[in-house]
Protein backbone atom coordinates (compact mmCIF):
# COMPACT_ATOMS: atom_id res chain seq x y z
CA UNK A 1 0.00 0.00 0.00
CA UNK A 2 1.53 3.42 -0.82
CA UNK A 3 1.99 6.54 1.66
CA UNK A 4 -0.82 8.44 -0.91
CA UNK A 5 -3.65 5.78 -0.53
CA UNK A 6 -2.64 5.05 3.20
CA UNK A 7 -3.37 8.70 3.81
CA UNK A 8 -6.72 8.65 1.35
CA UNK A 9 -7.76 5.27 3.54
CA UNK A 10 -7.30 7.66 6.56
CA UNK A 11 -9.16 10.27 5.67
CA UNK A 12 -12.48 7.96 4.31
CA UNK A 13 -12.06 6.42 8.16
CA UNK A 14 -11.74 10.44 9.53
CA UNK A 15 -14.77 11.34 7.91
CA UNK A 16 -16.37 8.03 8.64
CA UNK A 17 -16.20 9.20 12.61
CA UNK A 18 -17.04 12.57 11.73
CA UNK A 19 -20.24 11.60 10.32
CA UNK A 20 -21.28 9.63 13.20
CA UNK A 21 -20.16 12.25 15.58
CA UNK A 22 -22.80 14.42 13.60
CA UNK A 23 -25.32 12.04 14.05
CA UNK A 24 -24.71 11.53 17.90
CA UNK A 25 -25.53 15.33 17.99
CA UNK A 26 -28.37 15.76 15.91
CA UNK A 27 -30.03 13.42 17.82
CA UNK A 28 -28.93 15.00 20.84
CA UNK A 29 -30.69 18.34 19.23
CA UNK A 30 -33.53 17.42 17.61
CA UNK A 31 -34.51 14.36 20.20
CA UNK A 32 -33.93 15.55 23.29
CA UNK A 33 -33.16 19.32 23.31
CA UNK A 34 -34.74 21.29 20.58
CA UNK A 35 -38.54 19.44 21.66
CA UNK A 36 -38.14 20.20 25.38
CA UNK A 37 -38.07 23.95 24.48
CA UNK A 38 -34.50 24.37 25.95
CA UNK A 39 -31.97 26.82 24.59
CA UNK A 40 -28.09 25.07 24.40
CA UNK A 41 -25.50 27.41 23.84
CA UNK A 42 -23.47 27.83 20.32
CA UNK A 43 -25.27 28.86 17.22
CA UNK A 44 -27.47 25.73 16.87
CA UNK A 45 -28.25 27.09 20.34
CA UNK A 46 -29.34 30.42 18.88
CA UNK A 47 -30.89 29.04 16.04
CA UNK A 48 -33.55 27.50 18.38
CA UNK A 49 -33.95 30.60 20.13
CA UNK A 50 -34.73 31.90 16.32
CA UNK A 51 -36.91 28.85 16.00
CA UNK A 52 -39.20 28.98 19.15
CA UNK A 53 -39.35 32.98 18.68
CA UNK A 54 -40.39 32.74 14.59
CA UNK A 55 -40.72 28.83 13.58
CA UNK A 56 -37.80 29.38 11.29
CA UNK A 57 -36.36 25.85 10.91
CA UNK A 58 -33.16 24.95 12.74
CA UNK A 59 -31.27 23.25 9.97
CA UNK A 60 -30.93 26.13 7.64
CA UNK A 61 -30.64 29.24 10.20
CA UNK A 62 -28.19 27.32 11.71
CA UNK A 63 -26.31 26.96 7.75
CA UNK A 64 -26.89 30.68 7.21
CA UNK A 65 -25.19 32.04 10.74
CA UNK A 66 -22.25 30.02 10.17
CA UNK A 67 -22.07 30.68 6.68
CA UNK A 68 -22.27 34.52 7.68
CA UNK A 69 -19.05 33.77 10.25
CA UNK A 70 -16.81 31.52 8.29
CA UNK A 71 -17.13 34.27 4.99
CA UNK A 72 -15.93 37.03 7.74
CA UNK A 73 -13.74 34.39 8.92
CA UNK A 74 -12.09 33.86 5.52
CA UNK A 75 -11.71 37.17 5.09
CA UNK A 76 -9.99 38.34 7.84
CA UNK A 77 -7.93 35.33 9.39
CA UNK A 78 -7.69 33.90 5.81
CA UNK A 79 -8.27 30.38 4.20
CA UNK A 80 -6.80 28.21 7.05
CA UNK A 81 -10.30 26.75 7.83
CA UNK A 82 -10.15 23.34 6.93
CA UNK A 83 -12.83 21.50 4.74
CA UNK A 84 -13.84 18.91 7.90
CA UNK A 85 -15.48 22.13 9.52
CA UNK A 86 -17.26 23.61 6.35
CA UNK A 87 -18.32 19.72 6.01
CA UNK A 88 -19.14 19.31 9.73
CA UNK A 89 -21.40 22.03 9.38
CA UNK A 90 -23.32 21.26 6.12
CA UNK A 91 -23.71 17.69 7.44
CA UNK A 92 -25.30 18.51 10.91
CA UNK A 93 -27.84 21.20 9.40
CA UNK A 94 -29.00 18.95 7.05
CA UNK A 95 -29.29 16.65 9.62
CA UNK A 96 -30.88 18.51 12.04
CA UNK A 97 -33.28 19.77 9.09
CA UNK A 98 -33.91 15.80 7.91
CA UNK A 99 -34.62 14.35 11.51
CA UNK A 100 -37.66 16.36 13.01
CA UNK A 101 -39.90 14.29 10.28
CA UNK A 102 -38.88 11.22 12.16
CA UNK A 103 -38.52 12.09 15.43
CA UNK A 104 -41.76 14.38 16.13
CA UNK A 105 -41.77 13.62 20.00
CA UNK A 106 -39.03 14.11 22.14
CA UNK A 107 -37.61 10.66 23.10
CA UNK A 108 -37.39 11.35 26.80
CA UNK A 109 -40.50 13.23 28.75
CA UNK A 110 -38.96 14.53 31.63
CA UNK A 111 -36.90 17.75 30.39
CA UNK A 112 -33.94 17.14 32.89
CA UNK A 113 -33.29 14.03 31.47
CA UNK A 114 -34.05 15.42 28.25
CA UNK A 115 -31.49 18.24 29.50
CA UNK A 116 -28.71 15.66 30.70
CA UNK A 117 -29.43 13.22 27.60
CA UNK A 118 -28.45 15.71 24.93
CA UNK A 119 -25.93 17.42 26.52
CA UNK A 120 -24.00 14.32 26.67
CA UNK A 121 -25.17 13.46 23.09
CA UNK A 122 -23.78 16.80 21.81
CA UNK A 123 -20.52 17.21 24.06
CA UNK A 124 -19.94 13.33 23.01
CA UNK A 125 -20.13 14.56 19.28
CA UNK A 126 -17.90 17.64 20.04
CA UNK A 127 -15.32 15.85 21.58
CA UNK A 128 -14.74 13.44 18.69
CA UNK A 129 -15.11 15.82 16.26
CA UNK A 130 -12.14 17.93 18.36
CA UNK A 131 -10.19 14.49 17.77
CA UNK A 132 -10.82 14.38 14.56
CA UNK A 133 -8.96 18.19 13.90
CA UNK A 134 -12.98 19.19 13.08
CA UNK A 135 -15.41 20.98 14.11
CA UNK A 136 -19.10 23.09 13.65
CA UNK A 137 -17.72 26.05 13.62
CA UNK A 138 -20.21 28.84 15.50
CA UNK A 139 -19.30 30.50 18.74
CA UNK A 140 -15.82 28.82 18.00
CA UNK A 141 -15.30 31.68 15.20
CA UNK A 142 -16.19 34.30 17.01
CA UNK A 143 -14.15 33.21 19.53
CA UNK A 144 -11.16 33.75 16.63
CA UNK A 145 -12.21 36.58 15.54
CA UNK A 146 -12.16 38.24 18.99
CA UNK A 147 -8.78 36.80 19.78
CA UNK A 148 -7.07 38.56 16.24
CA UNK A 149 -7.53 41.72 18.05
CA UNK A 150 -7.83 40.97 21.78
CA UNK A 151 -5.76 39.04 23.89
CA UNK A 152 -8.85 36.98 25.12
CA UNK A 153 -8.61 33.61 25.13
CA UNK A 154 -11.17 31.47 23.25
CA UNK A 155 -12.75 29.68 25.70
CA UNK A 156 -14.18 32.80 27.72
CA UNK A 157 -15.30 34.08 24.75
CA UNK A 158 -17.60 31.19 24.07
CA UNK A 159 -18.45 30.69 27.82
CA UNK A 160 -19.42 34.32 27.47
CA UNK A 161 -21.72 33.98 24.29
CA UNK A 162 -23.03 31.03 25.41
CA UNK A 163 -24.10 32.12 29.05
CA UNK A 164 -25.21 35.08 26.57
CA UNK A 165 -27.45 33.38 24.45
CA UNK A 166 -28.88 30.94 26.86
CA UNK A 167 -30.16 33.98 28.83
CA UNK A 168 -32.06 35.28 26.18
CA UNK A 169 -34.28 32.71 26.69
CA UNK A 170 -35.63 34.33 29.78
CA UNK A 171 -37.04 37.34 27.51
CA UNK A 172 -38.81 34.57 24.63
CA UNK A 173 -40.00 32.00 27.60
CA UNK A 174 -40.04 34.62 30.49
CA UNK A 175 -38.94 31.04 32.62
CA UNK A 176 -36.08 30.91 35.11
CA UNK A 177 -36.62 27.31 34.89
CA UNK A 178 -35.61 27.33 30.81
CA UNK A 179 -32.32 29.29 31.23
CA UNK A 180 -31.29 27.31 34.61
CA UNK A 181 -32.01 24.12 31.78
CA UNK A 182 -30.17 25.97 29.57
CA UNK A 183 -26.88 25.51 31.51
CA UNK A 184 -27.53 22.46 32.47
CA UNK A 185 -27.25 21.15 28.39
CA UNK A 186 -23.60 23.84 28.71
CA UNK A 187 -22.28 22.13 31.50
CA UNK A 188 -23.37 18.62 30.60
CA UNK A 189 -21.95 19.50 26.98
CA UNK A 190 -18.49 20.46 27.83
CA UNK A 191 -18.10 17.51 30.44
CA UNK A 192 -18.62 15.32 28.74
CA UNK A 193 -16.42 16.77 25.36
CA UNK A 194 -13.37 17.11 28.15
CA UNK A 195 -13.43 13.54 29.36
CA UNK A 196 -13.55 12.71 25.77
CA UNK A 197 -10.85 14.76 24.50
CA UNK A 198 -8.77 14.36 27.84
CA UNK A 199 -9.74 11.05 29.03
CA UNK A 200 -7.75 8.88 26.28
CA UNK A 201 -4.99 11.29 25.92
CA UNK A 202 -4.75 11.86 29.80
CA UNK A 203 -0.77 10.89 30.67
CA UNK A 204 1.02 9.57 34.38
CA UNK A 205 4.14 9.71 35.67
CA UNK A 206 5.43 6.51 37.38
CA UNK A 207 8.46 6.63 39.55
CA UNK A 208 9.76 2.94 40.91
CA UNK A 209 12.12 2.09 43.30
CA UNK A 210 13.41 -1.49 42.75
CA UNK A 211 16.71 -3.62 43.36
CA UNK A 212 15.61 -4.86 40.03
CA UNK A 213 15.58 -1.91 37.98
CA UNK A 214 17.15 -2.86 34.95
CA UNK A 215 15.24 -6.07 34.45
CA UNK A 216 11.97 -4.29 35.36
CA UNK A 217 13.01 -1.46 32.67
CA UNK A 218 13.94 -3.80 30.26
CA UNK A 219 10.71 -5.46 30.75
CA UNK A 220 8.80 -2.58 30.33
CA UNK A 221 10.86 -1.01 26.98
CA UNK A 222 10.35 -4.48 25.23
CA UNK A 223 6.71 -5.18 26.28
CA UNK A 224 5.26 -1.85 26.10
CA UNK A 225 7.30 0.29 24.11
CA UNK A 226 7.93 2.99 26.20
CA UNK A 227 11.17 5.15 26.95
CA UNK A 228 12.63 5.51 30.64
CA UNK A 229 15.20 7.00 32.61
CA UNK A 230 17.48 6.01 35.22
CA UNK A 231 17.98 8.15 38.18
CA UNK A 232 20.76 8.17 40.21
CA UNK A 233 20.48 8.74 44.37
CA UNK A 234 21.23 7.16 47.57
CA UNK A 235 18.50 6.68 50.04
CA UNK A 236 18.54 8.61 53.12
CA UNK A 237 18.34 6.04 55.99
CA UNK A 238 20.22 3.20 54.38
CA UNK A 239 22.91 5.58 53.33
CA UNK A 240 23.52 3.35 50.69
CA UNK A 241 23.34 4.31 46.37
CA UNK A 242 20.46 2.81 43.93
CA UNK A 243 18.81 3.47 40.30
CA UNK A 244 15.17 4.86 40.60
CA UNK A 245 13.29 4.57 37.34
CA UNK A 246 11.08 7.58 35.83
CA UNK A 247 8.62 6.89 32.61
CA UNK A 248 6.01 9.24 31.24
CA UNK A 249 3.11 7.28 29.69
CA UNK A 250 -0.77 7.20 29.04
CA UNK A 251 -3.15 6.30 31.65
CA UNK A 252 -4.69 3.60 29.72
CA UNK A 253 -1.23 2.09 29.62
CA UNK A 254 -0.16 2.25 33.58
CA UNK A 255 -2.31 -0.89 34.56
CA UNK A 256 -0.13 -3.37 32.38
CA UNK A 257 3.28 -1.21 33.66
CA UNK A 258 2.41 -1.89 37.19
CA UNK A 259 1.41 -5.60 36.51
CA UNK A 260 4.95 -5.78 34.75
CA UNK A 261 6.76 -4.09 37.96
CA UNK A 262 4.74 -6.19 40.49
CA UNK A 263 5.73 -9.57 38.57
CA UNK A 264 9.41 -8.81 38.29
CA UNK A 265 10.02 -7.36 41.91
CA UNK A 266 6.74 -7.55 43.86
CA UNK A 267 8.63 -5.19 46.49
CA UNK A 268 9.20 -2.31 44.43
CA UNK A 269 8.05 0.98 45.27
CA UNK A 270 5.84 2.54 43.21
CA UNK A 271 4.51 6.76 42.95
CA UNK A 272 1.90 7.12 40.30
CA UNK A 273 0.86 10.64 39.43
CA UNK A 274 -1.20 12.43 36.87
CA UNK A 275 0.36 14.96 34.76
CA UNK A 276 -0.83 17.94 33.03
CA UNK A 277 0.33 17.59 29.72
CA UNK A 278 3.15 15.84 28.01
CA UNK A 279 4.34 17.11 24.72
CA UNK A 280 6.54 15.04 22.50
CA UNK A 281 7.48 12.53 20.77
CA UNK A 282 4.58 9.69 21.16
CA UNK A 283 2.79 12.53 22.57
CA UNK A 284 0.78 15.67 22.13
CA UNK A 285 1.96 18.10 19.80
CA UNK A 286 2.46 21.52 21.47
CA UNK A 287 0.19 23.90 19.29
CA UNK A 288 0.76 27.88 20.59
CA UNK A 289 -1.83 29.91 21.44
CA UNK A 290 -4.14 31.89 18.16
CA UNK A 291 -2.17 34.92 19.10
CA UNK A 292 0.34 36.23 21.54
CA UNK A 293 0.88 39.60 22.80
CA UNK A 294 4.77 40.55 22.16
CA UNK A 295 6.53 40.57 25.62
CA UNK A 296 7.57 43.82 26.31
CA UNK A 297 10.86 44.69 27.97
CA UNK A 298 12.10 46.80 30.89
Not at 169 to 189: A, H, Q, R
Amino acid sequence: MTMTSSKVIQEMESYAIITLALVVSSIGWVGFIIPSNIVGGGLMGLSSLVFFATDLPVGPTNLVLNAILIAIAIKILGKSFGIKTIYSLVVLSLLVSILPYYITEPIVKEKFMAAIIGGGLSGASIGILFSQRASTGGTEIIAMLVNRYRNISPGKVMMFCDILIIGSSYILFGSLETVVYGYVVMGVMSYVADLLLTGSRQSVQIMVMSDKSDEVAQKISSEINRGLTIISGRGYYSKTPREYLMMISRKSESHHILQIIKEVDPDAFISVGNVMAVYGNGFDQYRPPLRTKAIRRS
